[in-house]
């Protein structure tokens, strides 16, 4: 049996960042398809479940995509494998994904932004899902805005290579996407875990001890002063998080291409009024920030353009300039954002009670639940022209 060349998730994402031309060959079932995928600018994908695509020929597989790069992909890398091999019999030059879907849900990557602020600016982004975090580092001291359980040990090994050590675990509000990591990282460093005061009115039961942060409050890492804006909409609690007054952490209150869907607190009825108040909280708290302002959010999507140094941020000039919602009125705004949301993240109930301490999950359990993309924008589509 001829051998299969792997490719590694760090690989084929360094691809897709370059621009690379991929085409991945998805061998799972429909239903998995459906829930989760690889996706880029640059990526074409198709769905042949395994067992048909080794009945079909394989030039009618690839007939209408690229060629230069095809990869194949399944749950764990073993059953694609096999898929690889059908496919190199036809001389087709293919790579194996290790680890399949599972390894590309572990995969990160950091970027460090160029901003005005004092502190250094880290972003964490998590291809598989669209998940961004951020470390801000000065003085000796380090913060981590919206952290992943997944990722709890990335941000204490980055913290640690810029000298710093890890002094508050921040979270912009109670996530629907993803497993929070501020408990965690409270529980194994010195970090004390913050949350917004206004998000311990939704009933936070965290089993260990954490501060609260209000609006107009601010926190000291090293020189540096990040204080709270209380930005409501997306849920009651969402709170933006102003760097050195250069940089505002928006959580998934306004994304560089889109706007916060505000119906996972209030659910469909009270969509609208969440949606009246997320206007407000971007027209008078977000948007009367100076221009210059780097936007820097707690999503992506693939619709988001990233910025010149490889992050996906924006000023908040050029937010506003392309955003065609964020200069309507209020009536138009809320009929906009409630137009067209996608699907609400996948297990978002459980994922919010996880955050909220009712229950406690494994790194492995989280990784099983935050499968899929994240869905916590208004429209997956890009608001920006």
């Not at 048909?52 to 007939?63: E, I, M, N, Q």
């Not at 933006?240 to 994304?255: C, I, K, P, Q, R």
Request: with cysteine; aromatic share 6%.
């Amino acid at each position: 049996m001829s051998s299969v060349t792997e490719i590694t998730p760090e690989e084929l994402y360094a691809k897709m960042e370059a621009g690379e031309s991929v085409t991945v060959v998805d061998v799972r079932q429909p239903h998995e398809f459906e829930k989760w995928r690889i996706e880029g600018p640059s990526v074409e994908t198709i769905n042949v479940p395994d067992r048909k695509l080794t009945r079909t020929d394989p030039a009618d597989v690839l007939a209408d995509v690229p060629t230069e790069t095809v990869v194949t992909v399944c749950g764990t890398g073993k059953i694609s494998r096999g898929s690889a091999r059908h496919l190199q019999r036809a001389d087709v030059d293919v790579r194996n994904l290790a680890g399949g879907m599972e390894a590309w849900a572990d995969l990160s990557a950091a970027t460090e932004l160029t901003t005005d602020a004092a502190a250094t600016i880290v972003q964490f982004r998590r291809p598989s899902s669209g998940c961004l975090s951020y470390l801000v580092v000065s003085a000796g001291e380090a913060a981590v805005i919206d952290p992943l359980l997944a990722f709890a040990d990335e941000y204490v090994d980055a913290a640690a290579e810029y000298g710093a050590d890890l002094t508050y675990a921040v979270d912009t509000h109670v996530h629907a996407d993803h497993v929070s990591g501020v408990r965690a990282l409270a529980e194994h460093t010195d970090a004390t875990a913050v949350v917004p005061v206004a998000a311990t009115d939704r009933g936070v039961e965290y089993d260990a001890p954490y501060e609260t942060i209000g609006d107009g409050e601010a926190l000291a890492v090293g020189e540096s002063t990040i204080e709270a804006i209380h930005t409501p909409g997306h849920t009651s609690g969402m709170t933006a998080y102003y760097v050195d007054e250069a940089v505002l952490f928006t959580g998934d209150g306004l994304f560089v291409e889109s706007v916060a869907r505000p119906d996972l607190e209030a659910g469909s009825e009270g969509a609208p009024e969440a949606a009246t108040q997320l206007y407000h909280s971007l027209q008078d708290r977000v948007l009367s920030l100076p221009d210059s302002t780097v936007v820097a959010p707690g999503h992506y999507s693939d619709a988001a353009e990233q910025a010149a140094d490889g992050s996906y941020t924006a000023t908040l000039g050029e937010v506003a300039d392309a955003m065609d919602a964020l200069s309507m009125p209020v009536d138009e705004f809320v009929e906009s954002v409630l137009a067209d949301m996608p699907p609400r993240p996948a297990n978002h109930t459980q994922l919010i009670a996880s955050n909220l301490g009712q229950r406690s999950l494994s790194r492995q359990r989280a990784l099983q639940l935050e499968r899929g993309p994240n869905n916590c924008a208004a429209t997956t589509d890009a608001m920006t022209e």
